[in-house]
């Protein structure tokens, strides 16, 4: 007798196992990936993009060079394949994008250009400019024009709400997108010489 109360319970145990299996597996799993991929996707997008996830980054100087690609590689913009130039003479970093930028969609380059600019001079506090250099045009962003964009320095942004608030939320109008573009970032055609 109590052979076959131990085997139903060990058989009872086992079926109670395999649907603690299955519902991890079926279910739970399933929805982390999901959720997951959603936010890896969120982190292509200004509009979406997480805070918290470059504040890692931040540092007195752009001469830290995993430092700073790494930013670059979790700011919008990374799922296009980049490379780096750096010239820490001139503090200036060279963004070099195996893509052209009419492929990407104007309006779309230019706000991930105000939000990536933003989010690299507010981390890194002797970056002057960046040269954003797609296969059919390229751009300039300096720290001066950038700082113009907001009333308070650009560390002081680098807090969720005001982040969302003063950074994220404007971009989401492209008419507001194109004024910033225009004020201060200098698109250059392909061959053009961008140094002043």
């Known amino acids: ?4 109360t131990r085997n139903r319970l060990i ?7 395999l649907a603690f299996y299955g519902a991890i597996e079926g279910l739970i799993l399933p929805q982390r990936e999901a959720a997951q991929e959603q936010y890896r996707l969120e982190q292509r997008d200004p ?3 997480d805070l918290d996830s470059i504040l890692k980054f931040k540092s007195a100087y752009m001469g830290d060079a995993t ?8 700011l919008p913009l990374n799922h296009i ?13 060279e963004v070099h994008y195996q893509d052209n930028a009419a492929n990407i969609g104007d309006t779309q380059v230019r706000r991930a250009m105000l939000y990536d ?8 506090d002797n970056l002057q400019r960046i040269d954003f250099v797609f296969l ?5 962003v300096t720290r001066d024009a950038v700082c113009g964009f907001y009333d308070e320095p650009l560390p002081k942004l680098l807090k969720k709400n005001i982040w ?3 950074v994220q939320a404007p971009l989401a109008s492209d008419d507001y997108v194109w004024d910033r573009t225009r004020e201060g970032i200098r698109a250059q055609e392909k061959g053009e010489n961008a140094d002043e």
């Open 136 to 140: 059919d045009e390229s751009f300039t």
């Open 81 to 93: 394949a980049m490379s780096f130039q750096m010239d820490s003479e001139r503090f200036l970093v």
């Open 1 to 4: 007798m109590k052979i076959k």
């Open 117 to 124: 600019a933003t989010a690299a001079f507010a981390l890194i």
């Open 67 to 74: 430092n700073l690609i790494n930013l670059f590689c979790t």
């Open 164 to 166: 969302k608030e003063k």
């Open 47 to 49: 509009l979406t993009h």
């Open 11 to 17: 058989i009872g145990l086992f079926v109670v196992g």
